[in-house]
């Protein structure tokens, strides 16, 4: 199993920028793809950006793409969401995720999550 903790969440101005930090702990970190996830409330976990274990791949959402960068360090057993260009649409609860198959965009296909970072976007 692989524990996971994010940090890095606030509260920040629209135009703003956040880097969420994902740290893992338990298996081999770069022995799983990571995803990050966000839920608003009353809407459903969204898939935001995915990063295979080598960290060559990546996938974002359209909503997105061009704005948030994922990244990670297997050295240091961290996955990060680089967050440029807040807007208020981007609030929500982030979530890390980790699996040991290739990315996947769908919340099921992850076996391990973790507690949860708050973003809010102020407008």
């Known amino acids: 199993q692989v524990q996971l903790v994010e940090s890095g969440g606030g509260l920040v101005q629209t135009g703003g920028s956040l880097r969420l930090s994902c740290a893992a702990s338990g298996r081999i970190f770069d022995q799983y793809s990571v995803g990050w996830f966000r839920q608003a409330p009353g809407k459903e976990r969204e898939f935001v950006a995915g990063i295979s274990r080598s960290g060559d791949n990546t996938i974002y959402a359209a909503s997105v793409k061009g704005r948030f960068t994922i990244s990670r360090d297997n050295a240091k057993s961290i996955g990060y969401l680089q967050m440029d260009s807040l807007k208020p649409e981007d609030t929500a609860v982030y979530y890390c995720?980790?699996?040991?198959?290739?990315?996947?965009?769908?919340?099921?296909?992850?076996?391990?999550w973790g507690q949860g970072t708050q973003v809010t976007v102020s407008s």
């Open positions: 995720a980790a699996d040991p198959s290739t990315i996947a965009t769908i919340p099921g296909q992850y076996d391990f």
